[in-house]
């Protein structure tokens, strides 16, 4: 029984339907029906003017982000515990041509606006520091926080006072969302973001995932990129009918509540164990090694976080028994 | 009616099937069942050992050897024609972090194996100017011509003899090879290729290639290449799924040959107007401003490629009713 | 006798008369009363705003203005000889993170201003084709050929037309000018030059060449690209003191007038051998090898640079007696 | 009176001379007389064979050094007030193209050992995460600490263990050997080190640092990126010149012991102040606000380093009356 990633979960049918449906001869990369439905799509959904781009990983939507929000020669926030830190074997260092991440602290993975503060501070206006041009931000975050949209939008305010842009992982935005009933706009451009990467492969996608630009005029700038990084895909068409797919209908809310709810369930479980309160599908619990060895030895397969620490992570298609079963073990260590 | 290019076709029932099929719980990344078959099953296809990795566009697979291939500071050899030169947009020197491509002519795309002495020979060995390390051919070229595996050879010799690495960009490989009848070791390792790029998305793939490495001592090295430029997809074993299909029963041959077969159809209608013999799917024509306008006005699609040149492709799945018509219409002119 | 280059000669008694002078203690980097002049020397001198940037060579001024001027993703157009191309180990590549260089043709190094707008009117405005962000020219060319206000005028037109920026490699600017006659300010700034790398070491300087914006709004991320490639020195008052040596009483012109009339007397020795016109201070002559064995032979050093062609330099401090030993030696060949 | 750093004190008398001395006709670039002589003199100097190149900066030096140890996608362990990290403007992932440093912590900017193991523990071996390739070490530190022989072959043993290298940053590593007594063999290549950045501007130079290679095999590599940054200056004699003055007769150790010396007279002076021990010739002592004001107000200009800090760097020519006038100023405070 995997509680390992939401990423490793099946695709959902309709996305599967999706792609046989756009199995047919159309232009190629993105040219094609499909593809070009895809501003307006998210537009739509966003409630503002957007360019949305398919990419197939989310270190491909967070990298060409950043790369075309930050110069060669300077500086991205972001926290210490950032997936693009610590999980994208330094992506973005190859998308930026060498620009530096500069790492910050704060609790359940969120960027703490005093340190945040600080750290700007501390850089002397010269040319012998990096200068910052960005911020990142990853929402829900690594310890499956959620940031509300106020929080956002005093990094965002932030932002805008020191002239530096501010990117959003949103690998789980949709869980985050489900979990605080927060606007999508107000979480997002409302509240300073300039580009975001949207994520549905962890949220019962296959393959596809969308790079939202707020700032609209680095679209072409970021089709460059996409295409020079070997990310225009030929058939571009079996991505963005996958995006549509999940937009449809709002599959992407409907999955991720999905999740959510059962990582709520693991949650109430055993709400003493808990690192962090459970805000989107990710669960952290204080297990001793030996308490993880037995629920592994009872067939549950997760990520050691930390000392003392395991996480598990509930998919959209979390089966009831699985679950049953998790939840019973972890009320019996 | 579509000539544009193969890479604008569908995908092959049994790829879709191989997808529906790998639609599971497994490992995420490259840990999964498909993915892990890879390795053995291009082993066995090759007759040696090789390490296989998916990625999802042949920018990628080209780009990613290349740069294992060539550090910064050196060059790679190509044609002036090469994709790699002229349809990536620079992504080599994105991958490589600024190696130069030196430019070679030869007919039809083909790599002059005179003119590559030369080229070699007119770089003074000094630090001033930059030193090969690679060279990259296409195989079938850019003009449809298949290299046999003697001219590969001839090439690989010359490559070993300079100490240079020999990659080759097989995005139509498949069509090259049931074109001329060798065997596919003898174009590759055989003959001293030590990376390729073998294309399946233009012969009935969805959006999965598999970049070969006969270099095995160079997989860890593209694995954390691939990873650092966002290729290494979440749920990779829908690529591997795709590239096990195309091997399966030889489908891969079978689809070649059928898009060779109608080139051949469109060849033979009007041999006094081909640029080059049609050795793969690709025909050019030689076509005045008028007649293209005229083809293009029975609804032909295709590109202009020169001065009086146009350009058809066939794909695995070509209609006979449409290629009937093109025929006729071509012989109408 | 050497007629290698004019990169090997002495610096004038001046220059080192200056970085004596500037043996004292002063702030670091370009904080310093010599760094501080710069800009106001050389607005002065270019009878506009400049900044003024010290380097330490060619290469660095080239690449640094061309790193700004071109992203990554985008192309430089130059002459197919020139220096960035051939002779400086593919630094453009490194210095803008792999912008491609285009290469034109054109008599003399010179870039014929059709093929310059044929080169670019062959660019697919799309994403596949690297779109040209910059060209460069270098004057006096790599065949001591000498731009005329008015060429470099049509070209800077031209780069205006197309929206894209123009930079000068005046490593022998001031041969040029010496020759033509031209003002300083017409053949840059008025003929629509952003940036120039104005060389002075190859003139009689020591190891300071200077890298001038007329595009002001440059120069903080010059500031910070010099830095970042290592470029800022810390004790630069050397480097700044040298550069207003050279301005002082017009020490450039009069080397460059020296080093130019020492060429005029080889030149007007053997008319009938030149390859191109003598415009500024390298000769290439037409020469056999059993010639050219016999100049070496009598003491004379110098570069093959073709098939049955030599080119000889000569320097600011050229000494009467090898020069005359020089034209009295062609003239027996 | 300038106490800020050693980086702002005049060039010694005897490097001026043999500059003077190189100003004559020879070959360009590094194929002069005075060039040629560096790796005999090195060598002989350490006692076992290098290849040294002469640089213009401490930061080429280092990030030379850093691109040729350390591919793109790995990553340089340094502690975190490392001038490579601090003060170099991100010039290491500009010359290594995208490579990260991972920050350590250390009393006095020395790394320590433990936590040196234990962020190399800490660091998954796949392809997710970055992995280390080189250690780099400054010796003596950003706080004036000076490695102990026993030291660095700790970290070079740890090194040879993990399979990567280690580069030392001896921006004032004279300082550091005048201080400890140890052999500089004994400090570099014999405990481990692979390539050295041999600091001489700080130390009495006027543009001229060394890049020593202990593992020669990287020598062509670094002849070629030296190049490709800019840092081959054509009239290269008039750096070697310097170098090998500063050899001569040992004037590198002299300006060394005169520099410590004048530090040990500020320390001695308030040893209750110190932050940490002096030795080398950089002086951190706790200082309020209000006395740094006094200070800076009688005419001493010096850096703050954090709250309640101040930093004094003495030089090679360091004058009596002031340094009598900044001990008795600190000892009234």
Not at 7 to 17: C, F, G, Q, Y
């Amino acid at each position: 029984m995997r509680f390992f990633s939401d990423n490793a979960a099946p695709a959902h049918p309709k996305v599967l339907e999706a792609i046989a449906d756009a199995n047919c001869l159309d232009t190629a990369y993105d040219g094609d029906e499909w593809s070009k439905r895809l501003d307006g799509a998210f537009s739509d959904l966003f409630g503002t003017e957007v360019r949305a781009f398919w990419v197939t990983t989310g270190t491909a939507a967070n990298c060409l982000a950043l790369a075309a929000l930050c110069p060669p020669y300077r500086a991205i926030l972001c926290h210490k515990d950032a997936h693009i830190e610590v999980d994208e074997a330094g992506a973005p260092g190859f998308f930026t041509a060498g620009a530096k991440l500069i790492l910050l602290d704060g609790q359940g993975a969120k960027i703490d606006p005093q340190e945040l503060a600080d750290a700007c501070d501390a850089i002397r206006p010269d040319v012998h520091q990096v200068q910052p041009a960005a911020i990142s931000i990853t929402n829900a975050t690594e310890y499956g926080l959620a940031y509300r949209a106020a929080e956002v939008a005093a990094i965002g305010e932030f932002a805008k006072q020191r002239g530096v842009a501010l990117h959003m992982d949103g690998a789980r935005l949709a869980n985050a969302l489900v979990s605080t009933g927060d606007d999508l706009a107000d979480v997002t451009w409302r509240a300073g973001v300039d580009a975001l990467s949207f994520g549905f492969v962890k949220n019962g996608g296959l393959n596809a995932e969308a790079l939202i630009l707020f700032r609209t005029d680095l679209a072409d700038e970021i089709a460059v990129r996409r295409k020079r990084a070997g990310h225009l895909l030929s058939k571009g068409r079996f991505l963005a009918a996958q995006l549509l797919a999940m937009l449809d209908g709002d599959l992407w809310l409907e999955n991720a509540t999905a999740a959510n709810s059962a990582a709520q369930a693991v949650a109430k479980t055993a709400p003493e164990r808990l690192v962090y309160p459970v805000e989107a599908n990710e669960i952290f619990l204080r297990v001793s090694p030996e308490e993880a060895a037995r629920l592994r030895g009872a067939g549950f397969d997760f990520y050691d976080w930390g000392p003392g620490e395991i996480r598990l992570v509930t998919s959209w298609n979390q089966e009831g028994s699985a679950l049953d079963r998790l939840t019973t073990a972890i009320a019996e260590l």
